[in-house]
């Protein structure tokens, strides 16, 4: 989790996350729509089969949206609201002088292993 500490980088990689799971989002809708409509096409070679593999491809998809849009709280909630509001709360915790610093590396408490004989 120091990746997402409380500082400038920790900024830095909750919007790239944001922005990856945008990307994947974006490409998962594309190529659903892209597989659907090969499916469609191909429906006199797949004769009797089409229909059972329509209905396998619509519950995919379904699948894929309730994962995205979800009771408002899927990838696309994260994405548009959550990932940003934190990134808020983070630059507001930096611009009052919290978090770690540029140079400083998040507090790692140290362990001692021991062996057992």
Not at 84 to 109: K, N, R, Y
Request: hydrophobic content about 40%.
């Amino acid at each position: 989790m120091a990746r997402y500490a409380i500082s400038p980088e920790g900024v830095a990689a909750l919007q790239k996350l944001a922005d990856d799971l945008s990307m994947a989002v974006n490409e998962i809708e594309t190529d659903s729509s892209r597989m659907l409509n090969i499916i469609n096409s191909l429906e006199p070679d797949l004769g009797i089969y089409y229909k059972e593999i329509l209905v396998l491809i619509r519950e995919i998809l379904k699948t894929l949206t309730d994962a995205i849009d979800g009771d408002g709280y899927g990838i696309r909630y994260l994405v548009l609201k959550r990932i940003p509001s934190l990134i808020t709360i983070m630059e507001e915790f930096i611009q009052m002088g919290l978090g770690s610093g540029d140079d400083e590396e998040p507090a790692v408490p140290e362990t001692e292993l021991k062996r057992s004989r």
